[in-house]
DNA sequence: GCGACAG
DNA sequence: ATCTTGTCGC
């Protein structure tokens, strides 16, 4: 039995099963080859209904080459440490529909930085395959101390003793986000690339065009 | 029992 | 996330 294909009908006691089963399967190291492309991934809920956007854009330069969305019926509440169970399912039917795949994803919300270590960005890159990194505008757990006010500047997120994240300013004198590693890459080389993705805003290229998508007017 | 709690 | 106007600051 795959963990990878469980279904999406589940109670919440059956979706933390699901993540334990699923986190020992998590790769750690940087498993991807040369990165062409990088996409954004964002969810909204217009009219109640699920709505996945994603967004491909060229790297480094960060040109748009592609996007996808996908509205469904919203089969799971939110629920805190549950949140991939509630946007997946829109997610991947999106990520199908894209004509020209990413070699790495930018989730919204944590990777690694999870309860159980199984955030949306580790839960989508286990199922799919993708490299992934979580990319959070807020803390779900872990303590840290505030990182320096400038663009860079960074701070450990712990949970206990473990390392599981890294609190980064990418603005100088914004709210900082918070990183974590989702699948086939680690923390250092996640954080790299969520540098190169904000040249100019607190959230990276890609999180800003699916959100566009997703929240959008539009629907396409 | 009392908070905390991605989006 | 979503419901919503004006307002403070660079």
């Known amino acids: 039995m795959d963990p990878k ?3 999406w009908d589940l109670t919440p006691a059956g979706a933390r099963a699901v993540q334990e089963a699923l986190a020992p399967e998590v790769v750690t190291e940087n498993r991807f080859g040369s990165v062409r492309h990088v996409a954004g991934v964002d969810v909204g809920f217009p ?19 592609d996007s996808a969305q996908v509205t469904l019926d919203t089969s799971f509440p939110y629920v805190p440490g ?3 169970f509630r946007e997946l399912p829109a997610v991947e039917r999106a990520l199908e529909k894209l004509r020209e795949k990413p070699d790495l994803i930018l989730c919204d919300g944590q990777g690694r930085a999870h309860p159980r270590r199984m955030g949306i960005a580790c839960h989508l890159g286990v ?25 860079g500047c960074r701070a450990p997120l712990y949970d206990g003793r ?5 609190v980064l300013r990418t ?3 914004v709210k900082p986000l918070f990183i974590s590693a989702g699948h086939r890459i680690d923390l250092e080389t996640a954080v790299d690339f969520v540098l190169r993705c904000t040249p100019r805003y607190r959230l990276p290229e890609t999180t800003r065009a699916a959100h566009r998508l997703a929240s959008g007017l539009q629907s396409v």
């Open 171 to 173: 603005r100088t004198g």
């Open 47 to 65: 009219e109640g209904r699920t709505r996945a956007a994603i967004a491909v854009l060229r790297y480094p330069d960060l040109e748009p080459v």
């Open 162 to 166: 473990e390392r599981i994240g890294t």
């Open 127 to 151: 199922r799919t395959g993708y490299a992934t990194i979580g990319v959070a505008k807020s803390r779900l757990c872990g303590t840290f101390e505030a990182p320096g006010r400038e663009r």
């Open 82 to 84: 549950l949140l991939s």
């Open 5 to 7: 294909r469980h279904s």
